[in-house]
C-alpha cells in the first residue's frame, strides 16, 4: 500500500523567503505526482502534475521536482507572498491500481 | 469553461439517516473521482466512475455506493450514516480514466449528529 509523507506539518515563513516543501511516498511505481493547495474549508485547486518520466515541472515561482528511484519529490515557492498561505498536499497516483494516494499536506503560513 | 460543481455544500443529517450528494464535473471530462477528508485519516479515496461503470474502489463499507449518469454527472450515497461519516466529500474529474490530471469541486461538508 502506498504512502505518503509530508514533512514539516506545518511551516511559517516572513515575506520573501523561498518555501521548500517536502514529499515521499513508499511505492516508485507511480504513474504521476501532483501537488495540491488547499484553503481552509475549500476544495483543492491543482498546481502541478509531474508524469513519472519527467524530473520537473515550472510554473511562474512554484518549481516541483521528482526522484522516483528515492519517492521523493519537493516543491519549490520562489518569494513568497502572504497570498501563499494555505495547505499543500502532495498525492501519487499508482501505476498499478491507477489510486491517488494523499500525504497529510504541510500548512503554510507566510507573515506580512 | 465551468469548474467542478457540488451539491449541497453543507448538509447536516442524523445517525441512521442517509445521503445523497451530487457533483457535476467539468464539461467534457467523462471520469469522476469521490474522496473523504477528515483531520484524523486526511483525504481518501472513496470510487472512481467513467462512462457510468465504476472503475476503481477504495476501502470504504458497502453503506458507500456511488453511481453516474450517461451526461457524468455522478452522485454518491451514504446509508445507515454513523458519527465517523462527518467529513468533507470531495468530488474530482478528470478527462481520461487512470491517472489523469484531477479538477476538484468545492466539496460538501457533511455533519452527523
Known amino acids: 500500500k502506498q504512502e505518503v509523507t509530508q514533512i514539516p506539518a506545518a511551516l511559517s515563513v516572513p515575506e520573501g523567503e523561498n518555501l521548500v516543501l517536502n514529499c515521499s511516498f513508499t511505492?516508485?511505481?507511480?504513474?504521476?505526482l501532483q501537488w495540491f493547495r488547499q484553503d481552509p474549508g475549500k476544495g483543492l485547486t491543482s498546481l502541478l502534475l509531474?508524469?513519472?518520466?519527467?524530473r520537473e515541472q515550472t510554473s511562474g515561482r512554484l518549481n516541483a521536482s521528482l526522484d522516483k528511484s528515492s519517492g521523493r519529490s519537493t516543491l519549490y515557492i520562489a518569494a513568497s507572498q502572504p497570498g501563499d498561505s494555505a495547505t499543500y498536499l502532495c498525492?501519487?497516483?499508482?501505476?498499478?491500481?491507477?489510486?491517488?494516494?494523499f500525504g497529510a499536506g504541510t500548512t503554510v503560513t507566510v507573515r506580512a | 469553461k465551468a469548474g467542478v460543481t457540488q451539491t449541497p455544500r453543507y448538509l447536516i443529517k442524523t445517525r441512521g439517516q442517509q445521503v445523497t450528494l451530487s457533483c457535476s464535473p467539468i464539461?467534457?471530462?467523462?471520469?469522476v473521482s469521490w474522496y473523504q477528508q477528515t483531520p484524523g485519516q486526511g483525504l481518501q479515496f472513496l470510487f472512481e466512475y467513467f462512462s457510468e461503470t465504476q472503475r476503481n474502489k477504495g476501502n470504504f463499507p458497502g453503506r458507500f455506493s456511488g453511481r453516474q449518469f450517461s451526461n457524468s454527472r455522478s452522485e454518491m450515497n451514504v446509508s445507515t450514516l454513523e458519527l465517523g461519516d462527518s467529513a468533507l466529500y470531495l468530488c474530482?474529474?478528470?478527462?481520461?480514466?487512470?491517472?489523469?490530471?484531477?479538477?476538484f469541486g468545492p466539496g460538501t461538508r457533511l455533519t452527523v449528529t
Open positions: 509531474i508524469q513519472s518520466s519527467q
Open positions: 474530482a474529474s478528470s478527462f481520461s480514466i487512470g491517472g489523469g490530471e484531477q479538477y
Open positions: 498525492a501519487v497516483v499508482g501505476s498499478n491500481d491507477y489510486k491517488l494516494s
Open positions: 511505492d516508485s511505481a507511480i504513474y504521476n
Open positions: 464539461s467534457g471530462h467523462r471520469s
